[in-house]
Nanobody
Framework: QVQLVESGGGSVQPGASLTLSCAASGFSFSAETMTWVRQAPGKGLEWVAGIRGDGGKVSYGGSVKGRFTISRDNVKNMVFLQMDDLISEDTAVYYC??????WGQGTQVTVSA
């Protein structure tokens, strides 16, 4: 079955960097667009970034564009989110998703001074 397992979250100060990872299994990974979605405390889901199956096209939400970088490794079946220049508004649970149907359990990112 489809499994998505995120890792790499943590607590950091503003301006720091973090890299989130998502290990995928149970489907044809290289054929699927993968996305990162987040949910801040008390708020709804926010689409963060997406990457096409072949890695040839990436897209970002407006609030993270220029600071976050999505990438993937189709050999290791993993997708990554490099987050730079973090701000308090980036505090959220970050989810890896496939087809917006399958989701991981999420990983917490807290940005605080």
């Amino acid at each position: 079955q489809v499994q998505l397992v995120e890792s790499g979250g943590g607590s950091v100060q503003p301006g720091a960097s973090l890299t989130l990872s998502c290990a995928a299994s149970g489907f044809s990974f290289s054929a699927e667009t993968m996305t990162w979605v987040r949910q801040a405390p008390g708020k709804g889901l926010e689409w963060v970034a997406g990457i096409r199956g072949d890695g040839g096209k990436v897209s970002y939400g407006g609030s993270v564009k220029g600071r976050f970088t999505i990438s993937r490794d189709n050999v290791k079946n993993m997708v990554f989110l490099q987050m730079d220049d973090l701000i308090s508004e980036d505090t959220a649970v970050y989810y890896c998703a496939m087809g917006m149907t399958y989701w991981g359990q999420g990983t917490q990112v807290t940005v605080s001074a």
